[in-house]
């Protein structure tokens, strides 16, 4: 059987030699989330439910561990290695430096997960024109996210890297969680689009989203999965229409491939460049 989570080529199931179609067990791959690659084309409405579901599950769920509790722990480092004159200060994101509460946490982790469905969102578009082993897929998307997320929350003039000492410690944690979220990110998301996973039996397919969805009710940022999921069912539009001329296409794929990595050598530069300003 092929790895659960290596794309292949699209096509019908291959019986192993030696096999009688009875003994061979379905793969569980996928080469566009949503799609199975050994079964034909679902419908528009199945291929969204299936991509709003892996976007929730994963996005929500990754997002509100990896905030929660990464994040957590990373703030706590800081505020160990930092002055006790910092405590107390309000951080660029509205966070009580050093104050440790049941609602920031809770607040952090809404914030993560609705990063984390963007982010799902993000990687549902990108997956299928990555390119190499497992492994440097999942370490493309790790060190993108990084240069990303860097890029974004990294800056001299911030409270942050003003306050919290030391301030590579500060600059380096900032690089690193967004890393750890990419990479978990993309982990969790083919686990989840797995066709075996358990977030798709039975009640669990339509309750678990539901659940997750509850739990940011008590958070404005509740907004944003139904943000994403209504540009991912205009998108998804989009994706049927044009994924398989593009992939079939030589130049297409290039072309796709191209403004990908335009998109994370531009964070890679943005991150220099933040960087390079605390030199």
Same mark, same amino acid.
């Given at each position: 059987?092929?790895?659960?989570?290596?794309?292949?080529?699209?096509?019908?199931?291959?019986?192993?030699?030696?096999?009688?179609?009875?003994?061979?067990?379905?793969?569980?791959?996928?080469?566009?989330?949503?799609?199975?690659?050994?079964?034909?084309?679902?419908?528009?409405?199945?291929?969204?439910?299936?991509v709003?579901?892996?976007?929730?599950?994963?996005?929500?769920?990754?997002?509100?561990?990896?905030?929660?509790?990464?994040?957590?722990?990373?703030?706590?480092?800081?505020r160990?290695?930092?002055?006790?004159?910092?405590?107390?200060v309000?951080?660029?994101?509205?966070?009580?430096i050093?104050?440790?509460?049941?609602s920031?946490?809770?607040?952090?982790?809404?914030?993560?997960?609705?990063?984390?469905?963007?982010?799902a969102?993000?990687?549902?578009?990108?997956?299928?024109?990555?390119?190499?082993?497992?492994?440097?897929?999942?370490?493309?998307?790790?060190?993108?996210?990084?240069?990303?997320?860097?890029?974004?929350?990294?800056?001299?003039?911030?409270?942050?890297?003003? $306050?919290?000492?030391?301030?590579? *410690?500060?600059?380096?944690? =900032?690089? !690193?969680?967004?890393? &750890?979220? #990419?990479?978990? %990110?993309?982990?969790?998301?083919?686990?989840?689009?797995?066709?075996?996973?358990?977030?798709?039996?039975?009640?669990?397919?339509?309750g678990?989203?539901?659940?997750?969805?509850?739990?940011?009710?008590?958070?404005?940022?509740?907004?944003?999965?139904?943000?994403?999921?209504?540009?991912?069912?205009?998108?998804?539009?989009?994706?049927?229409?044009?994924?398989?001329?593009?992939? $079939?296409?030589?130049?297409?794929? *290039?072309?796709?491939?191209? =403004?990908y !990595?335009?998109?994370? &050598?531009? #964070?890679?530069? %943005?991150?220099?460049?933040?960087?390079?300003?605390?030199?």
């Amino acid at each position: 059987m092929t790895s659960d989570l290596q794309p292949s080529s699209p096509g019908p199931a291959r019986t192993p030699t030696g096999a009688t179609p009875a003994d061979h067990v379905p793969r569980c791959t996928v080469s566009v989330h949503g799609r199975w690659d050994d079964e034909p084309a679902p419908s528009y409405a199945q291929e969204l439910i299936e991509v709003l579901r892996v976007v929730m599950v994963a996005g929500i769920g990754w997002g509100l561990v990896c905030a929660g509790l990464v994040g957590r722990l990373a703030m706590f480092v800081l505020r160990l290695t930092s002055p006790t004159s910092v405590r107390g200060v309000v951080s660029d994101d509205g966070f009580v430096i050093g104050r440790f509460t049941l609602s920031g946490t809770y607040n952090l982790a809404v914030v993560g997960a609705a990063v984390g469905v963007i982010g799902a969102a993000a990687y549902l578009a990108v997956a299928p024109w990555l390119i190499g082993p497992l492994w440097f897929r999942r370490f493309t998307v790790a060190v993108t996210s990084a240069a990303i997320g860097g890029a974004a929350t990294i800056h001299r003039d911030g409270i942050d890297f003003q $306050a919290l000492e030391p301030q590579a *410690l500060a600059i380096a944690l =900032f690089i !690193l969680l967004p890393l &750890v979220f #990419g990479l978990g %990110l993309s982990v969790t998301i083919d686990r989840v689009a797995r066709r075996d996973s358990w977030t798709r039996r039975g009640s669990y397919a339509w309750g678990l989203p539901l659940v997750l969805l509850l739990l940011l009710v008590a958070n404005p940022l509740v907004v944003t999965p139904f943000v994403v999921s209504a540009a991912l069912a205009v998108l998804l539009v989009v994706r049927r229409h044009v994924h398989d001329r593009i992939a $079939a296409s030589a130049t297409g794929t *290039l072309v796709a491939r191209g =403004f990908y !990595l335009a998109i994370a &050598v531009y #964070g890679f530069v %943005l991150l220099g460049m933040d960087v390079a300003d605390f030199a």
